[in-house]
């Protein structure tokens, strides 16, 4: 191996690191969330039985509408079955919400993945934060991701397609370049080596307005 290739390979698992990295926290931040609203919840319930006891209906009503507008805040937006696809794939959504970027997304597994969920979150991590930046290039009103994950058989498929500046991209030694500068190449060299290990299939398409990642990999 060349000094060049191991120089390479050295950055990529740099990369992975930091991506993981990122990932899980930004998972953390979504069930810190979480758990400090369930460990309100027994003063909301206390609050509401005073308001009971009262006879304030109406107060206990808006009480009600309040926590439900605070529950929608932190209550997962995607459930597909697994835990960490769950996780990884909500505190991406609300990433991209956050930078005004709307996602549709349609997600199910709904059996045990012999994947790994390092490579789970690698894969989706990167095709996820691919897109977003992609769409940042964006005005406001242009934005889309659209996410589907599901059981094809015994594979996962997943495809993510996010809007373009509307001209088609092109290939450069067999990949898309990424327009987000230095280090940001190395996440799509990772998914691609994920596949290629996984012995999965992996497909690019730039059509005018739309760019599509579509993967399939071995799952059961």
């Known amino acids: 191996m060349g000094l060049f290739s191991r120089l390479t390979e050295k950055r990529i698992a740099a990369y992975q ?4 990295e990122t990932h899980y926290a930004e998972v953390e931040n979504m069930y810190r969330q979480i758990r400090g609203w369930r460990h309100d919840f027994r003063n909301h319930i206390q609050t509401m039985k005073a308001y009971a006891a009262a006879e304030d209906w109406q107060a206990v009503r808006r009480y009600l509408d309040e926590l439900d507008g605070d ?9 597909t079955g697994n835990p960490m696809a769950d996780a990884i794939l909500n505190s991406k959504i609300s990433l991209a919400r956050s930078k005004d970027i709307p996602v549709t997304a ?3 597994i709904p059996v045990a993945l012999k994947l790994s969920e390092i490579d789970l979150c690698c894969i989706i991590g990167n095709l996820f934060d ?15 991701i659209r996410v589907y994950l599901d059981m094809k058989n015994t594979q996962l498929y997943l495809s993510f397609t996010n809007f373009t500046a509307g001209k088609k991209l092109r290939r450069a030694g067999g990949l898309f370049p990424s327009a987000k500068g ?3 190449g190395f996440g799509l060299l990772r998914t691609d080596a994920i596949v290629k290990r996984l012995g999965g299939y992996l497909s690019r398409n730039s059509e005018d ?12």
């Open 17 to 20: 690191r930091e991506l993981i």
């Open 71 to 79: 529950l929608a805040a932190v209550d997962p937006v995607i459930k």
């Open 106 to 108: 349609d997600a199910h």
């Open 130 to 144: 691919n897109a977003i930046e992609a769409s940042l290039r964006l005005p406001p009103e242009k934005r889309l």
């Open 182 to 184: 230095e280090g940001h």
């Open 209 to 220: 307005g739309a760019f599509t990642t579509e993967i399939l990999l071995p799952a059961l």
